[in-house]
Structures are given as C-alpha cells and as structure tokens.
C-alpha cells in the first residue's frame, strides 16, 4: 500500500501489515488484534485457490458464490471461534456499488441471514453533504446509498449520517422516512475537533443503547461510565500544563495519514504531560541546503520517523546533526535509528563517507546493511522483519528507566534493513550507547547518548507507536513530549534573562541554552 494512497500500513504482534484502520480499533478498545482480523480480497482469493489445489472441494466448480463468499464469512466467524467475544464488529472498507466490495457485501448478507436477525445489525456510514451554493445539507446521497444496499439484500439497521453540521430535525426525519429506518436510528457522525470526542458523540445520542436493545444484551452489558473518558477529551481539548512544539521530519508529509499512529501516540504523550503537542510537519527534502538548521530553531524536540528508499534521508540527517549539536530533545524510530546511526558514525567517528547499504551500496562504511536472514534474497514482499519482537535493556540507560526500569520488553517491527555489529565497538568508542539488543545479541534495538552529553537522545528500531493508546500512552512518547517541554521552558527563561532583546539575540541565547 502507498503511504501517499492508503496512509500508514499499522502492524500487529503477529506480524500482520494493515490498513490504519485497525489501528484505530486496537487504540480505542481493549481487543488484542492479529492477522486474523484483517482480511484483503487478495488473501481470500489465495486462500479459496490453495483449497482446490488441496482438492478440498472435491472437484467442484469454483465461483464467486458460494466458494468467496463462504470463505468471507467464515473469516468472520474463526476471530470469535474460542468464544471469548460476545459481540464480532466487521467493517467493509471501500464505497457501496465499488466492484471490490460486492463479494463482501454479499457474504455479509448471507451472514445476517444465518445468524438471524436478533444476531445481526446493519450499520451503515453515508454522506449528507453541504452545498454552499444552496446552503443547506442534502439527504441525496444517502438516500442512494441506502438503495444500492437494499437493492443487493441488505436493510441497514442503524445511519451514522457523516457532515460538517448538526442534522436538524427535519432532516433526521426525512432521512428515516426515506431510508426506512426509525428516527432514533439515525445518528449525526458530525466532524468533531478530536477524533477521542467520537465516542461521545454517539454515546450522546443513545447509539450504544440502540445497539446494546437490538442484540438483546441488556443483561450482560455493563452500565456505561465515561467520566475517564471526558476526563481525557477535556485534556486533549484544554491542557493545563501548556504546549509544546514538535518538529516531525519525514519522507511522507505530503498525507498526515502516512504517519496516522505516530501523530496519535504523540497526542497521548501530550495527554500523560498535560500538554498541547503542536506537530509541524517538514518534507526531509526540504532541508537540504545550508538553511536548514534555521528552519529547526523555533521547536522543542525533533522526531524522524520510519520509511523506505533514499529519498530525503540527507535531510534527515542534516535534522539529526542539529538535534544532536544543540542538545534539543531527539526521538527516532526505525529508519530514524538508522540515520542517526549514520550521523553519529560521520560526525563522531570520522567514518566520513559512512552510510546504509539501502541508499549506496558501494559504501565504504555500512553502518546500516540489509537483514542478514535476507542475504541473496531479491524479492522485496513478504520479506521484512515482522512483528513482535523481545528486547533487553541495558541497566542505567534512559531506556530502561522509561520503561519503569524492565530488563525486557516487547515491541513491535517493520523493517528490511539492521545495524552492521561490525561497527559496534566503533561507534561505542565515539560514545553511542547501545542501550537494547535483542536476547541473543543480533539485532541493535535501541541507541542513545549519555545524558551527560545530551538530556534527551533516543532511537529505536521498532515502532512504538503502534502500542500507544489514550488511557495507556506508550512510556517513550510520555518522556519524549516531557523532555521536549522542558527545553522550552530551559528555552523561555534563557530569553527571559535578555533586557529588550531583540529577534537575533533571543535566536542566540535559545542556542547558547540549548548547547
């Protein structure tokens, strides 16, 4: 999937790559997903094909129905076959009428059908549209939308009617009349500030109730209670400890999605500090040229995230060295490690030409090689270093004291590329601490500098973004956003201490108190 498409590829423990969207159920819930809960057309096709190459349809001619869509539903149904879910929630992805979606729809019908209708509940996202020329919304495309579905099966239960304003209530009504659903079940989904006041929303207008009385589990569902919840909308809206200013510099900027979990897991790090996270987005390529260090003054921190291909990474470095020279707070994260693996070997250890064997294969210095489970292995899919994977901290470092002091950890991976244990001992000369491997020493997982050297620089080569949630933000993002909002207060008073300071003078005391 292209970052620049579909946004991120989220991963699960087992190693699964997903669409974001799964992302979002794993931050919002409780549930503990894995590849079982993410179903392409392609794997189903794959999976019917190597069943009737195992003859396990006994010579029977293959179709779309019933074969697909059998096979569709019964990936349904294995996510709950231990029992321990009470209730499944599938989504369809795509556009009702798309031709990708229509074996799925059609699977989903014959679900509803076979479970029985107290078992079952349609629930169907629509657009109701503002024309400002007309300045009104409309119902339209709703409307049509409800038809196509009904038009294949498929009566949908429940509207969640997306817009940029409240729905009236004539509007509801007319929707309910049209639709052939009651009035209650037709639910404003209206865009809200914060993606965390959702639940809110829907909660507001009883879509919880509605659900919980159509399934019949008024006697096993708990008696809702939000209050931590609003509590952390309220942060997330007004935090009382003040803000800081985040500087990501990366590959994909062009469509925030590209980084969906690393924008989340920051805002839940702002949550644990009670802080405002303000997150400028830079293209690496943009730093390029010698101005590049102006354009990093005005933040608090700098965060390089994961990617692919050589595109860009110069600018990355050229963020990495400032960081590292003015002692502003710097967090990697996969290919982040890598470049400041680089940066550290040419600036620290007069390794000058040092680089990954991604971006130049003739280096003469491959700080940065490819996996060496991968040698002689030319195919790109399907060969990355997936999942979860154990990590040991080293005792003392920074890492292991944000992790509340675990000897071992568990974090998830994507990627192609390592660090070369050749140049182990050569950075660590320089001063680079290597403060997590994996248990049997192969893999380098984290690095960081002494905090005599530099109060807050930490990279990893796994992703913790994917493991953050709202109510639980992942240690690292808290520590990240607290030290980024330390230097700006070490920041604020080194400005404060200058009479009448005018813009140069305060650009060169922020330096001097950073260095």
Not at 86 to 95: K, L, N, P, Q, S
Not at 110 to 125: D, I, M, P, S, T
Not at 451 to 471: M, N, T, V
Request: overall charge negative; charged content about 25%; aromatic content about 8%.
């Amino acid at each position: 999937m292209s970052p620049f498409q579909h946004g991120e590829v989220f991963v699960t423990d087992d190693g699964a790559e997903t669409d974001l969207d799964l992302g979002h159920y794993e931050r919002f819930t409780h549930a503990h997903l894995s590849q079982a809960n993410n179903w392409t057309t392609g794997r189903i096709y794959l999976s019917v094909l190597e069943k009737e190459r195992r003859g396990d349809y006994l010579g029977k001619t293959i179709q779309v129905i019933p074969h697909i869509t059998n096979e569709i539903m019964e990936a349904i149904r294995s996510v709950t076959a231990n029992g321990e879910a009470e209730v499944v929630i599938a989504e369809i992805g795509g556009t009702v009428g798309d031709i990708e979606s229509l074996p799925f729809l059609e699977a989903i019908r014959q679900l509803g059908n076979e479970e029985g209708r107290e078992n079952a509940l349609f629930v169907h996202v629509t657009l109701v549209p503002y024309i400002a020329a007309a300045g009104e919304l409309k119902t339209k495309p709703t409307q049509h939308s409800v038809r196509e579905l009904r038009e294949i099966g498929i009566a949908p239960d429940i509207l969640l009617c997306r817009s940029d304003r409240p729905l009236s209530h004539d509007l509801r009504s007319k929707i309910a009349l049209f639709c052939n659903v009651k009035e209650s079940a037709v639910i404003s989904a209206q865009d809200v500030d914060t993606i965390y006041d959702v639940p809110l929303t829907f909660h507001d207008q009883g879509l919880d109730d509605l659900i919980v009385t159509s399934l019949h589990l008024n006697e096993v569902a708990v008696q809702t209670d939000l209050a931590e919840w609003r509590k952390l909308v309220s942060t997330v809206r007004a935090p009382s400890a003040g803000e800081t200013a985040i500087a990501i510099v990366g590959k994909y900027v062009e469509l925030e999605d590209s980084y969906k979990s690393l924008r989340e897991a920051l805002t839940h790090g702002g949550i644990a500090n009670n802080l405002r996270v303000n997150v400028r987005w830079i293209e690496s390529e943009d730093l390029m040229d010698e101005e590049s260090d102006a354009r990093l003054r005005d933040f608090d921190a700098i965060l390089v995230p994961g990617g692919f291909g050589k595109r860009g990474v110069e600018g990355m470095i050229r963020a990495i060295s400032y960081a590292r020279r003015t002692r502003t707070p710097y967090f990697g994260i996969c290919l982040g490690m890598q470049t400041a693996c680089v940066e550290f070997a040419r600036s620290a250890c007069d390794l000058k030409d040092a680089d990954s064997t991604e971006f130049n294969l003739e280096t003469p210095h491959p700080i940065i090689f490819k996996l060496r489970d991968l040698v002689g292995v030319e195919q790109f899919g399907g060969t990355m270093r997936l999942g979860a994977c154990p990590c040991v901290l080293s005792e003392g470092s920074l890492a292991r004291e944000i992790y509340g002091g675990a000897e071992e950890i568990s974090e998830r991976h994507r990627h192609r590329y390592e660090f070369n244990p050749a140049y182990r001992e050569a950075l660590k000369k320089g001063g680079l601490i290597f403060s997590g491997v994996s248990p049997d020493q192969k893999f380098i997982e984290i690095i960081e500098l002494s905090r005599d050297e530099h109060p807050w620089f930490l990279a990893c080569q796994f992703h913790p973004e994917f493991k953050s949630k709202p109510l639980a933000p992942h240690p690292l993002f808290a520590s990240f956003v607290h030290a980024a909002f330390q230097n700006r207060l070490k920041t604020e008073t080194s400005v404060e201490q200058i009479p009448d300071a005018d813009a140069p003078a305060i650009e060169r005391a922020a330096t001097a108190s950073e260095s």
